[in-house]
Every structure is written in structure tokens, then in C-alpha cells.
């Protein structure tokens, strides 16, 4: 066994645990975004502290952004705890060199904001950030009148020439691969000179709550926006030209990284509380109240968050997860550990994320003795015994978690790289760890 190899423990008894969950990255970084471009300082307030966020910060700073570390910040009378400080720019100043490593926000919402610079930004990332589609926002911000070199390649690396200004106006946009396309062109769109409209020319947009998130985050920060679900014209977004305002923004837990620990409450006949679950949110996480009791659980509100408790009987479910994609490796597990067979389907996108998440899931599931096929736009799984073995995980943070999850039950499952779980969930090995009461 080597350093990269992670020994998944096995649950021996059925967990009793409260969880805190750090803070959404989405959220996190839509705010650190409209922070960036507001008329005046503004905070954001329990922030995910990961390899992502960090990134988003550090490319800001590249852009002359002021994004000021604290604890036990104060304002406003809202208390204390991890706070980031933003502090615009007056200008935002190029020439710039951005990472964007391999976070779909860093490289979708940055290029956008970089066409207000006063200079050249040049991005770049991990290699997988080449393989990622990234056309939706170049040739958006090529129709609004930006100037862009990346070598006829529609992705990394790339430089945005900026002006200081991006007209803006009318653009279509193919968003059927990635949701993420149309909130890079929502949040940065109250700064061009006449806003934006987005009109989606491609299939069904997945991940559509994510759009709703940043509607919601840019109406927060003083923005103007008509979205679909408001009554308006359908597939079509809008953005008043205007300022935006410095917020005290706290951000909520990620609701998608509760999935492991319900899911080891589902698996081991156990009880999870995540604390702090909001009564309204737009996260996709919350759907995991509605997917993990269609397999067998229940959950509540409590005082302290959200509680779920299983039976130790996992059923299989017949589910379509377009619109909440990013759950689909730690349901998968759960599947896999069902008691019949489960579909997850309208999932075709989840090829072009982190890593081909569906081909992944199946080759890593049948290497342990599953039987996982891959449809056109989903997961067919079959529950079958399982035994331990190497499970890869491909730099992906929700491939890793997973595989915890599988651990639960099956002995032996060593998981490669589970420091990819810094991702989103920095100290993962050591919650799960805490999750099963082990030292």
C-alpha cells in the first residue's frame, strides 16, 4: 500500500453524528465574484476555504482585487467567525495571469469579468481544464465584443484582451452542456454598458437551480435580473446595466457534501444531523431530502439542522438528477448497495465535469465486483456482492467520497488520492473519521 492509498473504513455499528458542513463553493464563489465587482467593500462571511475558492481569490487578487483573510470579523452586527474581506479595484488591471487548476467556476465566471480589465489575462489551468467545454463563454463574450485568442482551441489556455469596458446586449448561448455558461454571463453582466440578455439556444440547461442561485445572489448585490421562472420569456435571462453593492454575505453550507454523511445514515440504519440546513435555499443539494427517502429514509428539521435516519434497508430508485448532477457519484454508491436495481438518468453532462463521471463510476464500481452500466444519458446499476480493491478517483473530489461511502460496507476499499476531497470538503478523511467515532 502506498501514501496515496486511502483505507475506507468500515462501519461497525450504526452512526450517530452532528455534522458541520463548510460552506457552498458555489456560493462562495458567486459572491466572491460580485464582491469583486461591487461600487464598495463588502464581506463574505463562513466561506468554503478550498483548493477552488482559493483559486477564485487568487484570481481576483491577480486582478488587482483586494481579498483580505480574517477571523472573528465583525460588522454590522453579525457576528463573529472566517470572514473575506473585498475590497474592489478602481480599476481591475491587466496584464494578469490566472489559474484556474480545474474549477468549472474559476474558468466560466473570471473571463467574463477579465474583458472589464485594463489590459491582457491569460488563463490556464490543469490539464483537465483543456478538456473542459468552455465555448459557451468565449464565443458569448466574442458576440458582446470582446477580444479573444485561444488559438481556435474553445478553451484553456486562453487570453482575454480587455478594454475596461464590454459593450454587451444580446447573445445566444448552447448551455446544454454546462449551467455554469449562462450565471458567468449573469454575474459580471450588470458592469457591461448595456447589460446582457442570454437567450439558451441548446437543449435543457442542466443544473438549472445553480442559475437560480446566482439570480438570487445577483438580486442580493443590488443587480436587476428577469429570470424564466419569474414569468418571463423562457430560456431567456436579463440584466440591467447598474452598480452593485457591497453585501455582508454568509454563505450557507454545501448541501451537496451532506450527501456521504445521510448516505452513511441510510447505509448503516444510523442518524446524521448536518447543522444549520436552511429552510429555503436554492442549492441542488436540498433535493437530497427527496432522493435518500425515496431509497429508504426519513429526515426532519430539528433545532439544531436538518436529521436523517435509515433503516439499514437501502432501496434502488428510478431517478431523473439533470438538474442536480454534481449528487450523482455518492447515489451511485448508495445504489450499489441497494436492494434492487436503480436508473439514474438525464446525466449526459456529467461526462464533461471533473472527470467522465459516468464512465468513471462504472469502471470503479464493476472493478470492486459491481454491475454498473453506462446508457446514453445515465447509470443502470445492479446490486451485486462486492469486495475491496483499489478505487481511482481521477482528481475528482466526488468520485473520492463515494468510494467512502462504499467503504462503509465493503472491507478493504483503498481509495486513491482522497486528498482530492480538498476540493470542497478540506478535512474529509478526518469528519469521516469523526462520522464513525474513530480516533
Known amino acids: 500500500m502506498t501514501d496515496s492509498l486511502w483505507p475506507a473504513p468500515v462501519a461497525t455499528a450504526a452512526v450517530d453524528a452532528t455534522v458541520t458542513i463548510p460552506g457552498s463553493k458555489s456560493a462562495t464563489n458567486r459572491a466572491l465574484v460580485l464582491a469583486a465587482l461591487a461600487d464598495g467593500p463588502g464581506w463574505v462571511r463562513r466561506p468554503l ?22 477571523v472573528n470579523a465583525a460588522s454590522g452586527g453579525t457576528g463573529g467567525g ?16 490566472v489559474d484556474v487548476g480545474n474549477a468549472g467556476t474559476v474558468m466560466r465566471f473570471l ?53 475596461g469596458a464590454l459593450d454587451g446586449g444580446a447573445v445566444e448561448v448552447d448551455a446544454s452542456s454546462s449551467s ?20 439558451n439556444t441548446g437543449g435543457p440547461v442542466p443544473s438549472l437551480p445553480h442559475i437560480r442561485m446566482t439570480v438570487d445572489m445577483v438580486r442580493k448585490a443590488g443587480g436587476q435580473v428577469d429570470a424564466p421562472e419569474d414569468g418571463g420569456e423562457k430560456d431567456v435571462w436579463r440584466v440591467t446595466p447598474g452598480a452593485l453593492i457591497g453585501r455582508d454575505l454568509v454563505v ?19 442518524r446524521v444531523t448536518v447543522r444549520d440546513w436552511p ?35 437501502v432501496h434502488g430508485i428510478e431517478a431523473d438528477l439533470h438538474d442536480v448532477g454534481e449528487l450523482t457519484p455518492v447515489i451511485a454508491a448508495v445504489a450499489a448497495l441497494a436492494d434492487s436495481e ?14 467522465d463521471r459516468l464512465a468513471a463510476l462504472a469502471r470503479e464500481v464493476n472493478a470492486l465486483g459491481g ?28 468520485l473520492a467520497t463515494a468510494a467512502a461511502v462504499l467503504g462503509l460496507t465493503v472491507d478493504g476499499v483503498l481509495v486513491e488520492n482522497v486528498a482530492t476531497t480538498a476540493k470542497t470538503l478540506p478535512d474529509f478523511p478526518q469528519m469521516w473519521a469523526d462520522l464513525l467515532g474513530r480516533v
Open 49 to 70: 476555504r478550498s483548493r477552488d475558492s482559493q483559486l477564485m481569490a487568487d484570481g481576483l487578487r491577480a486582478l488587482g482585487v483586494t481579498v483580505e483573510e480574517t
Open 82 to 97: 472566517e470572514a473575506w474581506r473585498v475590497i474592489p479595484a478602481e480599476r481591475l488591471l491587466g496584464p494578469a495571469r
Open 111 to 163: 473571463p467574463p469579468l477579465a474583458t472589464l480589465a485594463d489590459g491582457p489575462v491569460h488563463f490556464d489551468g490543469d490539464p483537465r481544464s483543456h478538456e473542459r467545454p468552455q465555448h459557451g463563454v468565449i464565443d458569448a463574450l466574442r458576440a458582446l465584443g470582446a477580444r479573444i485568442e485561444d488559438g481556435g482551441r474553445g478553451g484553456f489556455p486562453l487570453t482575454v484582451h480587455g478594454t
Open 180 to 199: 455554469q455558461f449562462i450565471s458567468a454571463l449573469l454575474l459580471s453582466g450588470a458592469r457591461f454598458n448595456h447589460g446582457v440578455e442570454i437567450r
Open 252 to 270: 450557507e453550507p454545501d448541501l451537496s457534501n451532506a450527501a456521504p454523511f445521510f448516505a452513511a445514515a441510510l447505509v448503516t440504519g444510523g
Open 279 to 313: 429552510r429555503h435555499t436554492y442549492q441542488p443539494g436540498d433535493q437530497l431530502r427527496e432522493i435518500y427517502t425515496a431509497m429508504g429514509g426519513s429526515c426532519e428539521f430539528t433545532d439544531d439542522g436538518l436529521r436523517f435516519t435509515g433503516t439499514g434497508k
Open 342 to 355: 436503480s436508473h439514474l438518468y438525464g446525466i449526459a453532462h456529467l461526462r464533461l465535469h471533473e472527470t
Open 371 to 398: 454491475d454498473v452500466s453506462e446508457t446514453e444519458d445515465g447509470l443502470r446499476i445492479r446490486p451485486r456482492p462486492l469486495h475491496g480493491g483499489v478505487f481511482r478517483t481521477y482528481e475528482d473530489h466526488r
